[in-house]
């Protein structure tokens, strides 16, 4: 059974950084596309950022410039770093994982079968 389990969200000022975690377990595709996605009260989820098994990227336009998507294979664990912290960034974040059948990984959430809880970031302006 895939389990994915966010960790790292909080509250912070604007400017200020947080480092999500999300811990992979019971995942055994060898090919994967893994994502970050975060919802505000009131809007729709949207995509933050991908990365494949071959450690290719993608990030939301706008966040291109704040916010990094990195994995440990090792630790099997996916990270998403964010810097210089918005208000505009408050929501609750979520990790998602599928295998990856295509050569792109879909930015769209209804490409990913396995979702963790969501850990909720707060930045405070």
């Known amino acids: 059974q895939v389990q994915l389990v966010e960790s790292g969200g909080g509250s912070v000022q604007a400017g200020g950084s947080l480092r999500l975690s999300c811990a992979v377990s019971g995942y055994t595709y060898s090919s994967y596309c893994m994502g970050w996605f975060r919802q505000a009260p009131g809007k729709k989820r949207e995509g933050v950022a991908r990365i494949d098994s071959d450690g290719y990227t993608r990030y939301q336009d706008s966040l291109t410039s704040r916010f990094t998507i990195s994995q440990d294979n090792a630790k099997n664990t996916l990270y998403l770093q964010m810097n210089k912290l918005k208000s505009e960034d408050t929501a609750m974040y979520y990790c998602?994982?599928?295998?990856?059948?295509?050569?792109?990984?879909?930015?769209?959430?209804?490409?990913?079968?396995?979702w963790g809880q969501g850990t909720q970031v707060t930045v405070s302006s």
């Open positions: 998602a994982a599928e295998e990856r059948t295509r050569d792109y990984c879909p930015w769209d959430e209804t490409g990913y079968k396995y």
